[in-house]
């Protein structure tokens, strides 16, 4: 008699712990690559470089996490440029996981479209939504060897070597997709070891923190909030999210975000509502024959857990 009960208890609890939602759920991406905009480093000529650092950071998510050798040019400059521009080529061998040559991918303030002469640096600014994609896909899908240095030219160049990865995929959440929609696709990125490219109409206004959010769900991660800025579109990376009631889309869901901005900590804790814009998603970027290796060696790299 005392087993049957005992059973039937463990039955019922198994139900209720069934039938009974997470208290919320929270998921981080570590290691993602966090470079600034050029100008944070002294790199003078790229105004509104927000896209194609966001872009950057990603590929050198999936080179420096994901063993993708050779798909960025690997170059960090940490004041400066380093090496100095030649007329004519956008491929210099600048910086921080290819943010530059992203930059011409994305066709970031018409670059393509300026010259002959292709000028370098370009002294534009600003990405259109549809060509964030087009951007990730070329970039990740062209190959080329840097040809900047040492002047005078002609010259060998860097020696860099950016080698091209023909299966990558990226899709979109374009501007009007619903938040109910979107967010289950972002969230499922995440969970799947992805960092995401999420554009802004708005983005935050550093001068007014909010508060320093860091508390045990991510232990060891700093998550500020702001006050909105608007008027400030703005490209970041995603690399987490926080879902106080994950079983329903209600408004209380916040993107983790690291945002390109010097003036900005580790993380910046983002609610989901109208001022999100749109996401890049990309896949796909190792060969077939690596990816089973790379999901092994990935699973650690996730950070998760979920509150009951």
Not at 45 to 68: F, H, L, Q, R
Not at 73 to 94: I, K
């Amino acid at each position: 008699m005392k087993r049957k009960r005992i059973a039937t208890i463990m039955v019922v609890g198994i139900l209720l712990a069934w039938s009974v939602p997470n208290a919320s759920a929270d998921a981080l991406i570590s290691n993602v690559p966090d470079w600034n905009q050029p100008s944070a480093y002294g790199v003078a000529g790229y105004p509104g470089w927000c896209s194609p650092t966001a872009g950057g950071n990603i590929m050198g998510y999936w080179e420096d996490v994901k063993g993708c050798t050779g798909l960025t040019d690997r170059q960090v400059e940490s004041a400066g440029p380093g090496y100095p521009a030649t007329p004519g080529t956008w491929q210099q061998g600048l910086f921080n996981d290819g943010q530059i040559e992203m930059g011409w991918h994305m066709n970031t303030g018409g670059w393509q479209g300026l010259g002959p002469p292709i000028p370098f640096p370009p002294n534009t600014s600003g990405t259109q939504l549809p060509m964030i994609a087009v951007g990730l896909i070329g970039y990740a899908t062209g190959a080329w060897v840097d040809n900047s240095y040492p002047l005078p030219v002609p010259a060998p160049g860097t020696g860099i070597v950016k080698v091209a990865y023909p299966n990558v995929n990226v899709t979109t959440d374009p501007q009007g997709t619903p938040l109910a929609a979107m967010w289950p696709t972002y969230t499922a990125e995440i969970d799947a070891g992805r960092p995401v490219e999420c554009t802004f109409v708005n983005w935050v206004d550093t001068t007014i923190p909010i508060l320093p959010w860091d508390n045990a769900t991510f232990p060891g991660a700093t998550i500020e909030e702001y006050a909105w800025l608007t008027g400030e579109s703005h490209s970041v990376v995603g690399v987490g999210y926080y879902d106080l009631t994950p079983a329903v889309y209600n408004g209380d869901e916040y993107f983790i975000c690291q945002d390109g901005w010097g003036s900005t900590g580790q993380y910046v804790r983002v609610p989901v509502d109208f001022h999100w814009w749109q996401n890049d998603y990309v896949h796909d970027v190792p060969e077939p024959a690596t990816m089973s290796l790379l999901v092994m060696g990935g699973i650690g790299l996730l950070i998760r857990r979920k509150k009951k």
